[in-house]
Structure formats: C-alpha cells, structure tokens
C-alpha cells in the first residue's frame, strides 16, 4: 500500500496521511556485476531498476512477481527470471489470494491475473475499476463503476459467471470477497439514503441454478446500523469476517452474524493472514478504553481479537504474509510474528519503498527507487547492497589505489583480509512471540500463540490469504485483503 497514511474512519476511508575496505575494492566490483544480474530469488542477491519504475513486489514461496507500470517479471528459487509479461499501468497495485495475484490500478479498466507459471487470464473490463478481490480457487470479483455501479464474478479462465447492477440511488457497494470454493460473493454496501448511514453485506449465490430461488440471487443479508463496513474477508468455506468503523463481525457462510467484537482504535492497516487478520490500531477513539497507538492486532477465525506488539506511533505501512507482518512508521521499520511478538526492528534512510515478508517474517524483500534485495532483517545494513554506494566506493577505491602506485611499488607477498557479513541474530520475542531460527530461508515457520493470535499476512503468499497496508508511496503495494497494495514511484 501506499506510504499515504490510510484510516478508516467512520463514514468512509480517510487519507491521512562502509565503507567497504579498499583492498577488497576489486571483489566487490565483480560482486556487483553478478549480483545485479543474477536477481533476488536467492538471498543476498540484488536487482536494479528505474527509479520510475514503480516497482513492487508479490512474494510466494519459490520466487518473486516483481511488478511495475511496464510489466512482471517472476524470479524463481535459483534467481533467474523465468517469465515476463508486458502492459501498461500508470500506478500498478495488486491483490493476492493462494497462489494468484491479480494486478490493475485504480480508474483502469484491466485487470492482469497471475500464479507462479506466468498470466493466468486477462478481464477488461468496460466502466473503470473500484475494487479487487481474489478468491483461493482464482475466481475474481471486480466493482466497477460507470453510469452504476456493477459488481462482476469471473471464474479462473477469465469467464464471467456472475453480475449485478446496483441501480437502487443512495446505495454503493464499497468492497467484496469470494468464498474459498467460489460459491459466494458477499458485498458490502454503504446506504445513505435515510437519516443515518448504515452497511449491508448481502450474501449471493454466484452461480445462477443455485440461486433461482431467491431474488438476485442473494439469500441472506446482515444489516449495520451507523456503520461502515470497508473490508471483508473469508477465512474459510463456512466464516466471513467483517471489518468495520464500530465492529469486527463474524458472519457464517449462511449469512448469519455469530459474533461481533467492538473496535476501540482507529484502524490504519489491514491484512490477511492466512486464517485471520491483522490490524494496525491508530489513535483511540473518544470516550473508548483503546490500545496503545500502533498496536497490532489479530482477528481469529471465530472472531476473537488478541493483541500483539506495539510499535508506539501510529504505523503508515503494513504489508503481511503467512509468517508475520512488517508494521512501519516514518523510517523505522518492526518485524512481527504471526504471534504478535516482535522479531527484528530496522531504521531506514528513507530511501525504501516497501520491506516484504516472506513466510518466515525474518526473510523479506526489502525494496528502494532504484534496487531491491531479499535477506534476513535481524542486523540488515543497506550499505551491503546498495549498488551506488558500492560504486562511489569502488569508484573512490580506485582512484586511491592509483594514486599510491605512482609513488610505490607494489609489496611483494601481501595479503588483504575480507569481513563476511553476518545473516542477522534471532529478534527477541514480544507480547507472546515466539523466537524462531531466523534461517535465511523463506520456508520457516512461525507458531501460533494459544490466544489464537494468528498467521498474519500480506504481501506474501496468501495461501492463507492477502494483504493490505499502508506503505510508502514511493514503494508498490500489495496485499491479499482486498487492500491493494500501490506500486511506488
């Protein structure tokens, strides 16, 4: 998501707001060639590219689908890139669920559908796009809205199997999502035709001999009074949680409210992580008992909500995976485990457009304008990759090193030390967390608390679902929440 501060207020979304030793000079000259093309599937690996790229990235757990405003490109395991695909965006986001990645921007009329063998289907659609969603089996939902609004369903070879036009004045249907089986479309709809705002999320059947016998096809409906309800995910066949301005409800798969939990903070992040969701609380709201601002949340299956660390101001970037969240403020940056507990903490120059997690929380793709590498987090320092500094480094390291030859010979016999630099300690456990190996792979795990604080994710994949966030409007978004996440400039 972009670093545009994203609260979701009632009545709707408000938009806040090494020096490298000279003796080693010549091995890191040819470092840098090969790692620049070599790509970052492996860990250590860099890549470069423009700075008006809008690069951003969406991670699976054998590569990467790296995303800009001219195409994607997948780099697997090995770092090699295996497939391009070429279009035209002017600022891409992207959407995730399982092994799909839908790509589009907001006010476009094309939407790219992704998995780790390359484009999927195409949908164009006619009026321009409102919101994305993805279902496990790839089933699309897409609002669009041009003389009305219509909200579409197409199935995983890019054929429509369900819409509706929402003619009723007053009435907008604000966001959506797909049961995993793709059976169900829930839609969320904000109605401001009466005195009082009010949401409905009506459930619909998507296929039309299932729903004959009811009206539009919709056989249930769950009414909020003076709410909004923004964002909605399934986290299984028979759950849907529901986020709103006042409550997180918990709806079952025939359209019945369970449960529902009151909301106490403003919401300023918001991702899917694998069964549950994550939640980044901002300031309290009056005359409630709140979190602290900048603590993360965790919404369980069944709708119960935990609490997990705080980062102590309020976060205005938030990208997730199966694995943790990655929560930013300003250029401080907080690993934080599907548990709540925090593994690793980063100061940055500013310079980053979005930090990645993979399924181990640890292992992220930490990505700038103008380059972009995978490595553990724990003691990570940009100075190691950065491909300018290294240059202006090299650069500086010739230049002595020519300078002392026209005065001395060259000492016969000597030898020059080179440092490794270190994969990064264990973060230390927080509010529960617990500390895991901090392996440079991706494939590491992360348990659950028994508060039923869950996986969380985001940007990663989202075989347990997608992600959303605030990020750097510098970097891209991406997120399998039905949040999109927006590409940087």
Not at 112 to 137: H, K, M, P
Request: charged share 20%; net charge negative.
């Amino acid at each position: 998501m972009s670093r545009e501060k994203i609260s979701f207020n009632k009545y709707g979304l408000l938009i806040k707001r090494i020096i490298i030793p000279i003796a080693i000079a010549a091995v890191i000259i040819a470092g840098a060639i090969f790692i620049v093309n070599s790509g970052i599937g492996q860990s250590g690996k860099v890549i470069s590219y423009g700075a008006d790229s809008k690069t951003a990235f969406r991670i699976y757990d054998g590569g990467f689908i790296q995303y800009t405003k001219d195409g994607a490109n997948y780099y697997g395991g090995s770092g090699s890139k295996t497939w391009s695909d070429t279009y035209t965006m002017t600022t891409p986001v992207s959407v995730e669920r399982g092994d799909y990645t839908a790509v589009f921007e907001a006010g476009g009329r094309n939407v790219r559908v992704y998995n780790e063998s390359g484009l999927v289907y195409n949908v164009q659609t006619s009026d321009t796009i409102a919101s994305v969603t993805l279902a496990e089996n790839g089933y699309l939902g897409v609002i669009t809205n041009g003389e009305s609004y219509m909200v579409s369903v197409y199935n995983a070879s890019g054929n429509m199997l369900f819409q509706r036009i929402e003619a009723d004045s007053g009435v907008y249907p604000l966001c959506c999502d797909i049961s995993p089986k793709g059976n169900i479309i829930a839609i969320s709809y904000m109605d401001t035709s009466g005195i009082s705002i009010k949401s409905k999320i009506g459930m619909f059947y998507i296929n039309a001999d299932e729903g004959a016998d009811y009206t539009d096809s919709m056989f249930s409906a769950v009414s909020k009074d003076d709410e909004i309800v923004f964002e909605m995910y399934f986290v299984s066949d028979s759950v849907l949680i529901a986020i709103g301005d006042r409550h997180i409800t918990c709806i079952s798969s025939a359209g019945v409210e369970e449960s529902s939990v009151e909301v106490t903070n403003e919401i300023t992040g918001i991702a899917l992580c694998g069964n549950k969701v994550a939640l980044a609380y901002g300031e309290a709201m009056p005359d409630k008992d709140g979190q602290e601002t900048g603590t993360i949340m965790f919404v369980s299956s069944s709708g119960n909500l935990t609490t997990g660390y705080s980062i102590g101001s309020e976060v205005d970037y938030f990208a997730a995976s199966k694995g943790g969240v990655v929560a930013g403020s300003g250029t401080s940056y907080y690993g934080i485990d599907s548990g709540g507990g925090l593994k690793w903490n980063l100061n940055t120059s500013g310079n980053v457009t979005g930090i990645y997690p993979t399924s181990n929380v640890k292992v992220c793709v930490y990505a700038t304008r103008t380059w972009a590498v995978k490595e553990n987090m724990s003691g990570f320092d940009t100075m190691e990759y950065d491909p300018n500094l290294i240059k202006t480094t090299n650069d500086t390291s010739t230049t002595e090193e020519s300078q002392v030859e026209t005065v001395a010979d060259p000492i016969e016999g000597g030898t020059s030390d080179e440092t490794a630099a270190g994969d990064g300690t264990d973060g230390t456990a927080a509010a529960g967390g617990t500390v895991s190996t901090g392996t440079e792979t991706e494939n590491g795990t992360e348990g659950e608390t028994a508060s039923g604080a869950a996986d969380t994710s985001g940007t990663s994949d989202t075989s347990g679902g997608d992600s959303t966030s605030a990020q750097d409007s510098q970097g891209g978004q991406s997120g399998d929440t039905g949040s999109a996440a927006q590409a940087g400039e």
